[in-house]
């Protein structure tokens, strides 16, 4: 009887959980794109070359895949909703680093090396 109570349980919230790891995912998406579209203002902004801008790009698709197993297997180790509360602070940081970034420099530490941990 107890287990029909946990799958009831757990198949009730997995529609929310379902829609906050979409959210996560959309995020991921919207903020790559966002830097694509936003080269040439970063580049006049930031007083650096479309090269460096395309590295930073470039530093967050790699530092997100290849810490995706990792977060998995912390995951497994933590339970995946502290290690989801962890990921989304970690990010969060990262995004206000980037937010006041007066170099690339923050750039890549806020957005390329902390928003890819979190």
Same mark, same amino acid.
């Given at each position: 009887?107890?287990? @029909?109570? %946990?799958? /009831?349980?757990?198949?009730?919230?997995?529609?929310?959980? =379902?829609?906050? !790891?979409?959210? &996560?995912? $959309?995020?991921?998406?919207?903020?790559?794109?966002?830097?694509?579209?936003?080269?040439?203002?970063?580049?006049? @902004?930031? %007083?650096? /070359?479309?090269?460096?801008?395309?590295?930073?790009?470039? =530093?967050?698709? !790699?530092?997100? &895949?290849? $810490?995706?197993?990792?977060?998995?297997?912390?995951?497994?180790?933590?339970?995946?909703?502290?290690?989801?509360?962890?990921?989304?602070?970690?990010?969060?940081?990262?995004?206000?680093?980037?937010?006041?970034?007066?170099?690339?420099?923050?750039?890549?530490?806020?957005?390329?090396?902390?928003?890819?941990?979190?």
């Amino acid at each position: 009887m107890n287990r @029909d109570v %946990d799958d /009831t349980r757990t198949s009730s919230r997995g529609p929310v959980i =379902l829609a906050v !790891l979409s959210a &996560a995912m $959309f995020v991921y998406v919207i903020d790559t794109t966002l830097m694509n579209v936003s080269i040439s203002a970063l580049v006049e @902004d930031l %007083d650096t /070359t479309v090269g460096m801008v395309q590295t930073a790009i470039t =530093l967050y698709t !790699l530092t997100m &895949a290849s $810490f995706m197993l990792t977060g998995g297997k912390l995951g497994d180790i933590w339970g995946s909703k502290r290690t989801f509360r962890i990921g989304l602070i970690v990010y969060g940081i990262g995004t206000t680093i980037t937010a006041v970034a007066p170099t690339i420099g923050f750039v890549m530490i806020g957005w390329s090396i902390l928003e890819g941990l979190g």
